[in-house]
Each structure stands twice: as structure tokens, then as C-alpha cells.
């Protein structure tokens, strides 16, 4: 077997998902592919609405019943297609395989429960090799302690616990079936300076101890710079650029997107009292532009682009879908003839 094809964990193709309203319906995700290999971490970057969240829960199938639909597409996790699975397969597939780490600690954990039970609870729901009560619960032990809480705090309830302390209990819950993947959804988002930098680097470390692979879903380069193997840049549904980490940190040629992300990230070496932030808004996801969907805020953009979808143009591992690039590469030939 192919050494690429044996070490991919999971790959989506052309997944298309929608919301459906009384009057109109959002067009979320529309046709994008993604490979994970295993014990890589992919970083998808955008701004909010591009469409992160919802792919992260089309994994998982966990978009909201009777509203959310997955109209197109493959998501194949370890060889089987999870968009094709039974829901029965499915709560296997969850907390078990892939487990998920959402954006707010605040609002992710039970109040009514102490953190010993809300671990308890996700280790006894997965409980495949019918550990004894007094394994769960060394298991409980043994994840708090893997996340730098004291085991000697865990029947405490989550508003006794700072914000990055939730957070630490948040991906103690997630990693306590030893899942494959990890999906983690802006992790740090609520959280301060000082703090995001702590939980990024327990999450890095505990993804290499363990040998997970992770997807981190973030709006901030900055973040995907200290953490990532791959990048993914969605903008309107559509990855616009993806490569490996160095094809997006090194590489001269861009996505004018990416070029906008860039120039919002604060850099202490330039004085200068602003960032650079990109003109305009994310278009309206019921009524699309058509052609490029960057175009009414490209500062690039050519009569083509409102007119024609981009093609991807592919350079090595580096992929961009835009116009501009197509023009270049044509006018590169006609020099070279």
C-alpha cells in the first residue's frame, strides 16, 4: 500500500453544507477538500462566517437537526465515509475516535456537576473495555493531572475555576478516551494573552505525548505559526490557499486574503499606531458573488473574477485559487517563448 494513503486519517472532498431557513438558505461550505495525515495538526484559518465551525461539526455530524444539511460531499475517516455512517456508528465515532474542544469554557461545562463527574460521565459513555468503577476513576485522576489541575480539586464545580483552568477541564474531557483526532475550535478565544500562550503549548505537547492528530480552527496566523504542520485558508466557504506550514510563512506568492490576514497580525519590530485591516465584509452567505468571492474586496481584482470562478493553481504542495495567479503563470510562458 502507499505509504501517502496509509498514513492519511482523514481527507473530506467537495463537502457542501447548507442552512435552510423559513425564507432564504446560507450557502456555509461550499465544495472545499482538506487531508489530515496522522499525527498532524492542520490549522484552518478565516475570519468569522467563513465557514470553520461549520465544517468541524459536519465531521462530526453535529450540525443543528432540521436546519443544517450536508448536500454533497465525502468526509472518509480512517477508510470509511462518516457523511454514509449510522447514527449508531457515529456516537461511537464521537468522544472516542474524534472528540472536539469548543470555544467557550464558560458555557462548555455543566454547572450543576463537578469536573470529577463531567469527566466520569464521558469515560463511562465510551467505556468499550469495561473498566471497574475505581479505573474510571484513577482515569479521572490521571487526566486532570495531565492537564496541570490538582486531583485533589476535581469534585469542585466549574465556576471555582479561572477561565483557563475551565479550559485545562474542557480538553481533559476531550482527550480522556484517547481519541485519534482532536478538533479544536478557537480553544483559546476566551481566554488572555498569558493564558492562550499556556494552553497552546499543553495542547501541543499533550498532542505529541499522546500521537493525536489535531485540526485547530483559529482566525489568528499568529497562533497557526506556533502550532501547525498544514494551513488551510477559508474564506466564504471555499479554501482560498492551503500548503504546508512553510508554503504559507515563506512562500512570496499569496491569496490577496491571506495577504489582508497578514497585515492584521500586530508586529512589534514596525511602529505604527494600526494594523491593516481588509476593506469591506464577509459577502452575505445567501446571496453569494458570483465568480471569485473575494473579489468586491480584492484590492487585485480584475474584470475575470467577478465574471468566472477561479481555478486552483498548484505549486508543489502550495495551492491558490485565484485569477491573478492564472494571468501570471500565462504571462511567464509567453516570456519564455
Given at each position: 500500500m502507499d505509504n501517502k494513503i496509509e498514513n492519511r486519517l482523514l481527507e473530506i472532498r467537495n463537502l457542501k453544507v447548507i442552512y435552510k431557513t423559513d425564507s432564504d438558505t446560507v450557502c456555509a461550505v461550499n465544495g472545499i477538500d482538506?487531508?489530515?495525515?496522522?499525527?498532524?495538526?492542520?490549522?484552518?484559518?478565516?475570519?468569522?462566517?467563513?465557514?470553520?465551525?461549520?465544517?468541524?461539526?459536519?465531521?462530526?455530524?453535529?450540525?443543528?437537526?432540521?436546519?443544517?444539511?450536508?448536500?454533497?460531499?465525502?468526509?472518509?475517516?480512517?477508510?470509511?465515509?462518516?457523511?454514509?455512517?449510522?447514527?449508531?456508528?457515529?456516537?461511537?465515532?464521537?468522544?472516542?475516535?474524534?472528540s472536539m474542544i469548543f470555544q467557550d469554557p464558560m458555557t462548555s461545562l455543566n454547572p450543576v456537576l463537578t469536573v470529577e463527574q463531567q469527566l466520569y460521565e464521558a469515560l463511562e459513555l465510551h467505556n468499550t473495555q469495561n473498566k471497574s468503577k475505581s479505573q474510571l476513576e484513577a482515569r479521572v485522576d490521571e487526566m486532570l493531572e495531565l492537564v496541570g489541575i490538582p486531583k485533589n480539586r476535581k469534585r469542585e464545580y466549574p465556576h471555582q475555576f479561572s477561565g483557563g483552568m475551565k479550559q485545562r477541564v474542557v480538553i481533559a474531557i476531550a482527550l480522556a478516551c484517547s481519541p485519534v483526532l482532536v478538533i479544536a475550535d478557537e480553544p483559546t478565544t476566551a481566554l488572555d494573552v498569558t493564558i492562550q500562550?499556556?494552553?497552546?503549548?499543553?495542547?501541543?505537547?499533550l498532542k505529541n505525548k499522546l500521537g493525536m492528530s489535531m485540526i485547530l480552527i483559529t482566525h489568528d496566523l499568529g497562533i497557526v505559526a506556533q502550532t501547525c504542520d498544514k494551513v488551510a485558508v477559508m474564506y466564504a466557504g471555499e479554501i482560498v490557499e492551503s500548503g504546508l506550514i512553510e508554503d504559507i510563512f515563506e512562500s512570496e506568492k499569496h491569496?490577496?486574503?491571506?495577504?489582508?490576514?497578514?497585515?492584521?497580525?500586530?508586529?512589534?519590530?514596525?511602529?505604527?499606531?494600526?494594523?491593516?485591516?481588509?476593506d469591506g465584509l464577509m459577502p452575505d452567505p445567501t446571496n453569494l458573488p458570483f465568480g471569485c468571492k473575494f473579489h468586491p474586496r480584492c484590492p487585485k481584482a480584475m474584470k475575470i473574477c467577478s465574471r468566472r470562478t477561479p481555478p486552483k493553481i498548484t505549486y508543489g504542495t502550495h495551492n491558490i485559487v485565484c485569477h491573478a495567479f492564472t494571468r501570471e503563470d500565462e504571462t511567464n510562458e509567453k516570456r519564455r517563448r
Amino acid at each position: 500500500m502507499d505509504n501517502k494513503i496509509e498514513n492519511r486519517l482523514l481527507e473530506i472532498r467537495n463537502l457542501k453544507v447548507i442552512y435552510k431557513t423559513d425564507s432564504d438558505t446560507v450557502c456555509a461550505v461550499n465544495g472545499i477538500d482538506l487531508a489530515l495525515d496522522k499525527e498532524q495538526t492542520l490549522g484552518i484559518v478565516g475570519e468569522t462566517g467563513a465557514g470553520k465551525t461549520t465544517t468541524a461539526l459536519s465531521i462530526l455530524r453535529l450540525l443543528p437537526q432540521d436546519i443544517g444539511e450536508i448536500t454533497e460531499g465525502q468526509i472518509i475517516f480512517e477508510g470509511k465515509d462518516l457523511i454514509s455512517a449510522k447514527e449508531s456508528d457515529m456516537r461511537k465515532v464521537r468522544g472516542e475516535k474524534i472528540s472536539m474542544i469548543f470555544q467557550d469554557p464558560m458555557t462548555s461545562l455543566n454547572p450543576v456537576l463537578t469536573v470529577e463527574q463531567q469527566l466520569y460521565e464521558a469515560l463511562e459513555l465510551h467505556n468499550t473495555q469495561n473498566k471497574s468503577k475505581s479505573q474510571l476513576e484513577a482515569r479521572v485522576d490521571e487526566m486532570l493531572e495531565l492537564v496541570g489541575i490538582p486531583k485533589n480539586r476535581k469534585r469542585e464545580y466549574p465556576h471555582q475555576f479561572s477561565g483557563g483552568m475551565k479550559q485545562r477541564v474542557v480538553i481533559a474531557i476531550a482527550l480522556a478516551c484517547s481519541p485519534v483526532l482532536v478538533i479544536a475550535d478557537e480553544p483559546t478565544t476566551a481566554l488572555d494573552v498569558t493564558i492562550q500562550a499556556q494552553v497552546l503549548a499543553m495542547m501541543t505537547e499533550l498532542k505529541n505525548k499522546l500521537g493525536m492528530s489535531m485540526i485547530l480552527i483559529t482566525h489568528d496566523l499568529g497562533i497557526v505559526a506556533q502550532t501547525c504542520d498544514k494551513v488551510a485558508v477559508m474564506y466564504a466557504g471555499e479554501i482560498v490557499e492551503s500548503g504546508l506550514i512553510e508554503d504559507i510563512f515563506e512562500s512570496e506568492k499569496h491569496h490577496p486574503y491571506t495577504v489582508g490576514l497578514f497585515g492584521s497580525i500586530p508586529n512589534l519590530e514596525i511602529e505604527t499606531d494600526r494594523l491593516s485591516p481588509i476593506d469591506g465584509l464577509m459577502p452575505d452567505p445567501t446571496n453569494l458573488p458570483f465568480g471569485c468571492k473575494f473579489h468586491p474586496r480584492c484590492p487585485k481584482a480584475m474584470k475575470i473574477c467577478s465574471r468566472r470562478t477561479p481555478p486552483k493553481i498548484t505549486y508543489g504542495t502550495h495551492n491558490i485559487v485565484c485569477h491573478a495567479f492564472t494571468r501570471e503563470d500565462e504571462t511567464n510562458e509567453k516570456r519564455r517563448r
